[in-house]
């Protein structure tokens, strides 16, 4: 098979803020006189939209939740984030792999980005950093119910791509994925798909045992092998 499609995580491998999100919904819950777990943070938030990470958490700690309410919260959410993004002289982006992407028309090759995060926070960040003119489809947390790690959200993304492209046809085992978590690495295996970990975010042998590759850097990455790897599939 041949190499024609990258798919790209976002918090983790593009842009280093999953404390920034934590501390805003730590932020949200203080205003509404509860108390903060890092648990519940780690296992309702991470990799979801704000909309359904909310909704478990309050709905966990007792709170009737209305369609209204979330409403509120996720907007307060993602303009408090975006103010704290303007309010810092640079963006904690992973430069290396903007360069990366920024190689990618020379390649031939068309990008997805798969995220958990809003579709706001990432246009507002792909924006500023000048890469939204490289990304053919977006995936974000308001496209897909299911968390990681279920494929639910890549499988939309080749699925996009087919559809934007329709002599592209896409298969999974065209696609390469790039994450930072056991989680979503997970997921994307479960597409059926190639997948490269990234140690942004944990280190190098708990992606190593999941991952078909492991980088420290993404300019570490051998596009030409994989194509090789493919191509014997």
Known sequence: MTLKAILFDFSGVIINDENIHRQLINDLLIGENLRPSGDDYYNLCFGRCDRFCLKDILEKKGRVVSSDYLDRL???????????????????????????????????????????ASKDE???????????????????????????????????????????????????????????????????????????????????????????????YLAELDLDLVSQVLARD
């Open 122 to 216: 990432v246009e507002f960040i792909l924006d500023r950093a000048k890469i939204a003119e490289y990304f053919d489809v977006i995936v974000t947390g308001e496209d897909v119910k299911a968390r990681q790690p279920q494929p639910d959200a890549y499988l939309l993304a080749m699925y996009k791509l087919n559809a934007k492209y329709p002599d592209l046809q896409l298969k999974p085992n065209n696609c390469l994925v790039i994450e930072d978590t056991p989680a979503g690495i997970e997921g994307a295996k479960k597409a059926q798909m190639q997948v490269v970990g990234i140690t942004h975010t944990y280190p190098f042998h708990m992606l190593h045992r999941k991952a078909d590759w492991c980088v420290d």
């Open 74 to 116: 996720s907007i307060k959410k993602a303009q408090d984030y975006r103010l704290m993004i303007e309010g810092m002289e640079t963006i904690p982006l992973y430069e290396t792999v903007i360069g990366f992407i920024r190689q990618m028309p020379e390649k031939c090759l068309h990008l997805a980005l798969v995220t958990g």
